[in-house]
């Protein structure tokens, strides 16, 4: 797929930088002895942000567990920490995954738009999952069936879902202006890292990563489908610009039974945004580099736009330079010195070394 970068104002999304994050991993494990979920989690690195819940009646003495860590660090790390808790690593599975792309405001005045950019996100997704688009409001959901009510009510911080709460795939769109902190309340943002998100959870059958040894590979870019956007063709009537403004979503499930029949499965005023998909694969392609340098928390980075080598200048990282290269070059971050050998064992592929997966 050919790079494309944005530029001028002509489309929707021109305007602003999309940057790709794992928000959530769900690994499943057995612990070598039953435990309970507090001391599982004080166990866990005080950085990490952890869920842990018993698979069985009793909580406070159970040995399968679900772990929900919350931007988790690179495979290899969760691989070495639960190593060091006496767990296989290459026992250790992945239930669900949510990933989510940012869209970071360029101007100003972009960022006053938050709100439009979120609602066409949603409306012009592509392959959408199954279920009528509903507003999240505290206490209960209501149908989207309006943009301009949905574009209120992402204004006012609510979000647009869509697929049933516990589907295999499910998507959900908002403005972020706040994240959970370490004791697990919301804080206010900085407003420079408000953005429109859209987040796409993946669990069971629809979730494609199942070991840590797939997640340390894994090409984020093949995830682009689940992302893409469809773009409307000039309307030819004025009656028909009138429908297009009260049509909530463009996109449409998968339907592997047209698909298999050569039907079409999109709407006919529709056709695929290339400039958008550009983009989006870039920044899942960007998430797939970020998450082989261990010298930088690859899948939690600050979510303010920056690129993963500046925010870990601006945190102190010690540069390291390439043997025989200028000293003027970009720095890259010193390998994790403590990488355990056993630990690493089940993340290798044949013919790489435990210095090239660190790396």
Known sequence: MTSAQPHGEQHPLAAFKPRAVVDWVILRFTTPRPTQPRHLRDRMPSEWRTFAKAIGDDENSCRDWLLTIQDPPAAHAIARVLGAQGIDPSNAKIEAIEVAIDWYPRTPEARTKLADTALHLARHLARPPSGTPRITEPGRYRAAARPNDTLRALSDGYTVNTGAKDAEHRARHYVKRNDSGQAGAYEDLPEREHRARTEVTLSGNACPIKTLDELASWKFETLAKHFHQRKTTTPKTQLAALLQGEVHQWGRPADEK???????????????????????????????????????????????????????REAGARPKYLKGKDKNQEPVNEKVSDTSQAHLAPLMKQGRSSEALAE
């Open 258 to 312: 047209k698909r298999s029949d050569h039907r079409r499965q999109n709407h006919l005023a529709t056709r695929g945004d290339n400039t958008a998909n550009n983009w989006i694969y870039n920044a899942l392609r960007g998430l797939t580099r970020a998450s082989k340098n261990a010298g930088i928390p690859a899948f939690a980075a600050p979510h303010n736009g920056l690129s993963p080598q500046r925010n870990a």
